[in-house]
């Protein structure tokens, strides 16, 4: 009859010690120790793969990205270089024009108000282009709104883009105290 090894029972005892300590520690950091090699495996694989695939997040209430985690939609790459559906800079004029006198026809400069003013209309002005459901394209909106007191001022912006795919919609709102300045841009995002 054959005999096999026994380690000994302070091996055992460092042995079981240092994988409850390497649970705990994957634990902390969020890593699952409880799968099996199989699944840790698969799992390895997915992060290998992971990495040649792009990740899209979904905001369902504009402003509140902050609190709550949203899931990730994993997407292959295409590679599509040119968009098949442009970017309606007329539409998003008529947005604009809509938009900035709707919120700003009656209002007096308060710094404060004005202030709160810019993040809510440039959260409901891209909320409305959202809306519009134009694919692949990144949507940054500008809203300046200043004292209107007998100055000047001039408002400049310059952007590294393609100009093939890429564009920007502008709109300027004056009344008795106050003037506003909207700029959205639009880029394509390959």
């Given at each position: 009859m054959e005999q096999s090894w026994i380690p000994p029972i302070?091996?055992?005892?460092?042995?079981?010690?240092?994988?409850?300590?390497?649970?705990?520690?994957?634990?902390?950091?969020?890593?699952?120790?409880?799968?099996?090699?199989y699944d840790v495996k698969a799992k390895e694989s997915r992060r290998k793969q992971q990495d040649s695939m792009s990740t899209v997040s979904y905001m369902d209430d504009p402003g509140h990205h902050d609190d709550i985690?949203?899931?990730?939609?994993?997407?292959?790459?295409?590679?599509?270089?040119?968009?098949t559906k442009y970017f309606p800079g007329a539409t998003v004029n008529s947005i604009l024009k809509d938009v900035l006198p709707s919120y700003l026809q009656e209002e007096k400069y308060e710094p404060e108000l004005c202030r709160q003013m810019t993040k809510t209309i440039s959260e409901v002005?891209?909320?409305?282009?959202?809306?519009?459901?134009?694919?692949?394209?990144?949507?940054?909106?500008?809203?300046?709104?200043?004292?209107l007191n007998e100055q000047s001022i001039r408002i400049g912006s310059r952007c590294?883009?393609?100009?093939?795919?890429?564009?920007?919609?502008?709109?300027?709102?004056?009344?008795?105290?106050l003037f506003a300045v909207a700029n959205v841009f639009a880029v394509y995002f390959e």
């Open positions: 302070e091996n055992i005892r460092m042995s079981d010690i240092a994988k409850d300590k390497a649970a705990r520690l994957l634990r902390k950091t969020g890593s699952f120790s409880s799968l099996s090699s985690p949203r899931p990730t939609l994993q997407m292959e790459n295409t590679y599509q270089l040119h968009p002005i891209k909320a409305r282009v959202k809306d519009l459901m134009i694919p692949r394209y990144k949507i940054i909106v500008l809203i300046h709104i200043g004292q590294l883009w393609n100009s093939n795919t890429d564009t920007f919609s502008s709109f300027s709102f004056c009344n008795q105290s």
